[in-house]
């Protein structure tokens, strides 16, 4: 009867000792997120219409902006512009009045928007593309007798930079997370 009951203590004994040869932690897995951030700027610039003259207008605007640790970017901008010099006195004449949307990476954006002007008593629509420093664009106005308006701005705004990530941990089901950043197997009671 003794050697009967032998193989079976030791299939228990096996199987208790398999039970704690197994870990009861694995690697919590990582996974890096996007997180992104608001920029606000305040800026000048410079800003010339091909086919109005030599001298510049002067541009005061401020530009809101998200931009996600991947380069997204996407936000509005507001900028007066005011002509410097008519072709025949100097001082502060009021010149465009825009609202534009942007979207695009944090080295370039894509802009569309309108305003009016109020050199011209025109309302008008335009796109452009910001680079750092310095926008090309063109204006469509609704009134004037040339419709069309190419532009190029040099101005204070630079390259976004980007966000950090986010590093996220989980685990699989059936485990939880614990401190030391590994998944523990639930113990069943």
Not at 25 to 35: D, K, M
Not at 146 to 163: A, H, V
Request: hydrophobic share 40%; proline share 5%; net charge neutral.
């Amino acid at each position: 009867m003794k050697i009967k009951s032998l193989p079976l203590i030791i299939s228990a004994l096996l199987t208790s000792s398999l039970a704690y040869a197994v870990p009861n932690e694995i690697p919590a897995t990582i996974t890096n997120t996007s997180i992104s951030s608001n920029v606000d700027n305040g800026y000048g610039a410079l800003k010339w219409t091909f086919g109005e003259g030599f001298f510049p207008e002067l541009v005061v605007g401020f530009r809101h902006a998200s931009v996600s640790s991947n380069g997204d970017v996407y936000g509005g901008d507001a900028s007066f512009a005011f002509k410097i010099f008519d072709g025949k006195s100097w001082g502060f004449l009021p010149g465009k009045f825009r609202l534009k949307y942007f979207n695009g990476a944090d080295y370039l954006q894509a802009e569309v928007g309108g305003g009016y002007d109020f050199g011209k008593n025109s309302f008008f629509v335009g796109i452009g593309g910001q680079a750092p420093f310095s926008t090309l664009g063109l204006d469509y106005s609704f009134t004037a007798s040339n419709p069309l308006e190419p532009y190029f701005m040099l101005n204070s705004l630079g390259q976004y930079t980007k966000p950090g990530t986010r590093q996220l941990l989980s685990c699989p089901s059936g485990t939880q997370l614990l401190a030391n950043g590994n998944c523990a197997f639930n113990q069943q009671v």
